[in-house]
C-alpha cells in the first residue's frame, strides 16, 4: 500500500497534505428516520418512570426539609427554656443569700437575748 504522504512530482512539495486525512460526512436530505408507535410508547414510558424517580427524590427532599425545619424549632424552644431556666436558678440563688443571711441575723439575734 502506498503511503499518503509520498511526493511522486516535484511541483507536490509545496501544497499542504493535511487535508488528506480529514473526512466528510454528507447527510442526504430525503434520509427520514424511521419511527414506529411502540417507540413512542417506549418513550413515554421511560419518561414517566424518570418523573416517578424525580418526583420520590422531591419527596424525599420535602421530608428532610420539613424535618430540619422542626429540629430548628425545637433547638430554638429547648434554648429559650434552658435560658430561662438558668434565669430561675440565678434568682433562687439571690434569694437564698437574702434567706441565708435573715437566719443568720436572727440566729445572732437569739444568742443575744
Same mark, same amino acid.
Given at each position: ?7 511522486? %512530482?516535484? *511541483? =507536490?512539495?509545496? +501544497?499542504?497534505?493535511?487535508? !488528506?486525512?480529514?473526512?466528510?460526512? $454528507?447527510?442526504?436530505?430525503? &434520509? ?14 421511560? %419518561?414517566? *418512570? =424518570?418523573?416517578? +424517580?424525580?418526583?420520590?427524590? !422531591?419527596?424525599?427532599?420535602?421530608? $428532610?426539609?420539613?424535618?430540619? &425545619? ?36 436572727? &440566729? ?6
Amino acid at each position: 500500500m502506498k503511503d499518503k504522504r509520498t511526493y511522486t %512530482h516535484l *511541483k =507536490e512539495h509545496g +501544497e499542504d497534505m493535511t487535508h !488528506e486525512n480529514e473526512s466528510k460526512m $454528507t447527510v442526504e436530505p430525503k &434520509a427520514k428516520i424511521e419511527s414506529s408507535p411502540t417507540d413512542l410508547i417506549f418513550l413515554i414510558e421511560e %419518561h414517566k *418512570k =424518570e418523573i416517578w +424517580e424525580w418526583k420520590k427524590k !422531591e419527596s424525599a427532599w420535602i421530608k $428532610t426539609d420539613n424535618e430540619l &425545619a422542626n429540629a430548628k424549632n425545637l433547638i430554638s424552644d429547648l434554648s429559650s427554656r434552658l435560658v430561662k431556666a438558668f434565669t430561675t436558678i440565678a434568682q433562687l440563688e439571690k434569694n437564698l443569700k437574702v434567706l441565708e443571711k435573715a437566719r443568720n441575723d436572727l &440566729a445572732s439575734e437569739l444568742k443575744n437575748k
